[in-house]
């Protein structure tokens, strides 16, 4: 699976963004897509997850702000970002994992990861 992620910029506290991955190679219709952020000087963490089966989870920073969803059609995975903050500011990366009923927190959980794409949030 090849992953494409894009949609990251610079953007004031309180603004908006939305990321795009797009998968090639396989479908995700079997597959779980994570997002994982890494801050400056922080290690990567967990963001938000989405089954086909239309499971979702979040993390608690995250929670109320960010929405994850897919298009089937496109073989794409979005992430909207709303009301940022300047902790939001980090790379963003999707991942995917087959799904095997698992919950897929961890980083380590995950086959195969797209190019980062940073975000910068100005306060």
């Known amino acids: 699976v090849q992953l494409q992620a894009s949609g990251g910029g610079l953007v004031q506290a309180g603004g908006s963004l939305r990321f795009s991955c797009a998968a090639s190679g396989r479908t995700l219709s079997s597959y779980a897509v994570g997002w994982f952020r890494q801050a400056p000087g922080k290690e990567r963490e967990f963001v938000t997850r989405?089954?086909?089966?239309?499971?979702?989870i979040y993390a608690d920073s995250v929670k109320g702000r960010f929405a994850i969803s897919g298009d089937n059609a496109k073989n794409t995975v979005y992430l909207q970002m709303t009301n940022l903050k300047p902790e939001d500011t980090g790379v963003y990366y999707c991942a995917v994992v087959r799904d095997l009923g698992g919950t897929y927190y961890d980083q380590g959980d995950y086959d195969y990861w797209g190019q980062g794409t940073l975000v910068t949030v100005s306060s």
């Open positions: 989405i089954k086909w089966t239309g499971s979702r």
